[in-house]
């Protein structure tokens, strides 16, 4: 780059980014982690991903310069989907036990267990990588797998079939925006009784969309919002005929512009009719309407309630006809009752049933903690969203629970028998601004599995009993080694864990997947992710920081995504077998 535009793109800097990166408070960013992305993926979130409100003042070629001049590495190759087509046609779908992990979750409670995923706990010191593949633009949702096929989706919007086994591409399709949770595959029933399997993937902009999961042929896509203060950012979850997609206020990074309205955005759930893409409701967490509050010191307007953001994956309860939803912090107060909340909907109607409150007056945006700015709230609250889905859990009594962690650091059981009452609560860490319980836990039995978001001594994995809410052990956070060295290296634990029988895998900021004994800690295999290779799609995969997504185990494999921890940046995927087989 030269030095005229190197300059150019300082300033822009400068002007619309170094507020809220030069100075980082809660989930954004520092411009040191900005400095690991690739260029594809900073201007994929500039243009179609979870940037776009705030670039909406940038040219194209702005946002390109600001894409070109903030990445510290050697920027990779771009990869191609179609460089390693599948040269043999896919063999008849054939379902098979240990074969599936379809959505966020291997199953509808949010557990992430596989009991049958053909991974015996014997077996796991021997993993090897099998194949890499890199993601265009960066790593997108969590991939699933199904019938021998594995779909997934990238930070630009890239929806994509390979082969399980050996990575070659089956088909590839487009959404607008960028992917951020799980895609979902399931099998839906038509009026007349005829029965396809689909592939549901949302887009952070709100788009939907459905695929033939053995063509690619796209069946119907729904606009699920045109607000640009709002996101999906958690997975969409399938039951029945009915796709429930969670929605995410995103309005938090803009409440530092004094004259910004701040805040009319809000966490909601959506349900859409699976077959025809219609939009059978819609509903927000608030059960108050939005109306103007005070005028700030700039003279704007203000408004509330707001916030409570749906960041994560519903959770169905058949059994009781509700599907449930946890939620952040308000962006206004008084902070509602919706806000930091475990929510139940009606599965047919989407009235809300009950509202059950973790933490009361979290009012808490952007900026606040580093310098109050005109919208501020009075009294900031601590930003410890419920950021995890609830898992459902029947206990060894037969009495069933929901339990969350919270980026606050508390663990919460609450009862869906008695409005949500909390039944206990265990703090497992001090509060964090990154969040200390970030994107989810695993449950094995009696027992959930958490990964804590610090360093050492405090951070590491903790086993609670979920009867008491005792925690059973807890291991400290290995020493992080980065192999890119001491710039935002860091042994926090924010990616979601998943489980076999006798085993938790969890991923790390320092880009380390481990395996941990689920009856003591103890770590039987590890691997560094972080680092550089040849993918089967004709280009370098680059593994980096662990962070949303997690796991994928199915038919005696492991799938993990590296790169879109808070450190540096990837666009590797990475399958394991036993032996490299």
């Known amino acids: 780059m030269n030095a005229d535009l190197a300059v150019e793109g300082f300033v822009l800097f400068k002007q619309n980014c170094s507020t809220c990166h030069d100075h980082p408070s809660g989930p954004t960013p520092s411009r040191a982690v900005l400095g690991s992305l690739t260029r594809e993926r900073i201007y994929a979130a500039l243009t179609t991903g979870v940037m776009q409100p705030m670039a909406a003042g940038l040219t194209d070629a702005q946002k390109r310069l600001l894409a070109a001049m903030l990445p510290q590495e050697k920027p990779l190759r771009e990869p191609s989907l179609t460089a390693n087509m599948c040269k043999t046609p896919a063999p008849p779908a054939a379902a098979s036990a240990d074969g599936s992990w379809t959505g966020w979750s291997s199953d509808l409670t949010n557990r992430r267990f596989q009991p049958a995923g053909g991974l015996a706990a014997a077996d796991v010191p021997r993993l090897k990588l099998k194949w890499a593949f890199a993601y265009p633009g960066g790593v997108g949702g969590l991939p699933v ?5 594995l779909y997934g989706a990238s930070a630009k919007g890239n929806v994509f079939a390979l082969d399980a086994r050996t990575g070659c591409t089956r088909w590839t399709a487009k959404v607008p925006g960028e992917v951020r949770g799980a895609p979902v595959i399931g099998t839906v029933q038509a009026p007349g009784g005829a029965k396809a399997r689909m592939l549901f993937v949302a887009d952070a902009l709100g788009n939907v969309a459905a695929f033939d999961a053995r063509t690619g042929k796209q069946r119907w896509a729904t606009r699920l919002f045109t607000e640009e203060t709002r996101r999906i950012s958690g997975s969409p979850v399938l039951y029945g005929n009915r796709l429930f997609v ?29 077959v025809t893409g219609r939009i059978v409701w819609s509903k927000d967490v608030f059960t108050e309407p939005l109306r103007p509050t005070k005028v ?59 509202s059950s409150q973790a933490l009361p007056q979290d009012a808490w945006v952007a900026g606040c903690d580093r310098k109050p700015h005109a919208n501020c709230p009075r009294k900031l609250g601590p930003d410890s969203d419920l950021s995890m889905p609830g898992a459902l859990v029947t206990l060894n009594s037969g009495k069933d629970i929901l339990v969350a962690g919270s980026k606050g650091g508390v663990v919460y059981a609450f009862d869906p028998d008695n409005k949500g009452k909390i039944l206990w609560q265990t703090r497992l860490a001090r509060p964090n601004p990154q969040g200390s319980l970030t994107f989810g836990t695993a449950v094995v ?13 405090e951070g590491g994995m903790a086993a609670v009993d979920l ?14 080694v980065c192999s890119w060295g001491k710039d935002f290296c860091s042994a926090a634990q924010r990616s979601p864990p998943s489980a076999v029988p006798g085993i938790v895998f969890a991923g790390s900021n320092d880009g380390h997947i481990r395996a941990y004994a689920a009856s003591s800690g103890d770590i039987v295999w590890s691997f560094d992710m972080a680092r550089t290779i040849n993918a089967v799609n004709g280009a370098q995969a680059r593994g980096g920081a662990m962070g949303r997504g997690g796991q994928t185990i199915a038919g005696g494999m492991v799938y993990v995504n590296a790169g879109a921890g808070l450190g540096r940046g990837g666009n590797a995927l990475m399958a394991f077998s036993v032996d490299g087989r």
């Open 246 to 274: 969670p929605i995410a206020a995103f309005e938090s990074q803009m409440a530092p512009v004094p004259t910004y309205e701040c805040c009319k955005a809000r966490g909601g759930l959506a349900a859409i009719d699976a």
């Open 145 to 149: 797998v199904s019938d021998g096929w």
């Open 467 to 480: 009867a008491t809410g005792r925690q059973v052990w807890r291991k400290p956070a290995q020493p992080a």
């Open 296 to 354: 700030n010191a700039a003279g704007a307007q203000n408004y509330g309630p707001a916030g409570a953001s749906v960041w994560s994956a519903p959770t169905i309860d058949p059994k009781r006809g509700a599907v449930y939803v946890t939620t952040g912090n308000a962006y206004t107060e008084p902070a509602s009752s919706a806000s930091d909340a475990l929510i139940a909907f009606d599965l047919r109607t989407g009235q809300i049933r009950w």
């Open 445 to 457: 039995g009696q027992i959930a599995y958490f990964p804590i978001s610090f360093d050492q001594p």
